[in-house]
């Protein structure tokens, strides 16, 4: 940690445009922080792929964003957090945030009934990930999941209007074995999920809580700077640079829905 500056940016990678809900919550808790994007969309979707090929990425995709000079690295995809985190915690002397922890902590905050679900990718769910973490935090909490695989492609197409019947429906799909679990908080172990909220809420009703990771990410990335003195000076807003692997017209159009606000600027990287 001594050679690391409060000046320097925090840097984010995701397998795509999901991990922008992460620095929109970062973003908003922290506006003075510089921060760096890096949005593999030339390799998306990481949900998919094996544990091997996920770790090589995410080896790939550190390496870019040290070269930046970064001061925290956010491990902003749920898959990746599942099956790199602890390499990457090896690999390199940064500090390193993931997305599951996090999320964890929240829904063992929340949780009065002790019953938990997760929803997520094939692959974060069958790492178990979640479980483990959540079980870590309190053994007595039942945990119950669900992937939800569509989730992301109608996240990416902008359709998450809870009165859409094709939304509307899906969700149902997906969430109605969680309901007959008795669940009082649902994590939503995607980056892509939260712009879902609406439905997701209307469909497991009020008195679930859904925990949104990102938020939940966000505040750890304070916590850590704060307590390694890695806090920018609060004397005007930081800067956002993003970086992608391809096809960046397609990540400013979609990259709005994730971020609430126009993407400028885009740098075509190749890392492959």
């Known amino acids: 940690m001594n050679n690391l500056n409060s000046e320097h940016a925090i840097g984010i990678f995701d397998s795509g445009i999901g991990g922008l809900t992460v620095l929109r919550e970062i973003k908003r808790l ?133 009165q859409d019947e094709i939304v509307r429906l899906t969700a149902l799909r997906y969430l109605e074995e969680l309901q007959g679990h008795g669940i009082d908080t649902l994590v939503l172990g995607c980056t892509h999920y939260p712009l879902l909220k609406g439905v997701i809420q209307k469909v497991m009703g009020d008195p679930v809580t859904l925990i949104d990771s990102a938020e939940e990410t966000a505040r750890e990335v304070e916590k850590l700077l704060e307590e390694n003195g890695l806090l920018r000076a609060q004397t005007g807003k930081g800067t956002c640079s993003f970086f992608v692997t391809d096809i960046p017209h397609r990540f400013i159009e979609t990259g709005k829905l994730f971020l609430g606000k126009e993407i400028e600027t885009v740098q075509l990287i190749d890392i492959l």
């Not at 957090?81 to 602890?86: E, G, I, L, Q």
């Open 30 to 162: 922290l506006p003075q922080e510089h921060i760096i994007y890096l949005g593999d969309t030339a390799r998306v979707p990481y949900g998919t792929r094996s544990a091997q090929t996920v770790l090589k990425y995410s080896i790939a995709n550190t390496d870019f964003l040290l070269r930046q000079n970064i001061k925290l690295l956010v491990i902003a995809c749920n898959t990746a957090s599942a099956v790199a985190t602890d390499a990457l915690r090896e690999r390199y002397a940064i500090p390193v945030i993931e997305v599951i922890t996090p999320g964890a902590r929240g829904a063992v905050r929340s949780t009065r009934s002790r019953k938990v679900g997760i929803i997520g990718t094939e692959t974060t769910i069958k790492s178990n990930a979640y479980q483990k973490a959540i079980r870590a935090l309190n053994p007595q909490i039942e945990v119950f999941t669900r992937p939800c695989p569509l989730f992301v492609p109608l996240a990416e197409e902008g359709w998450c209007d809870p």
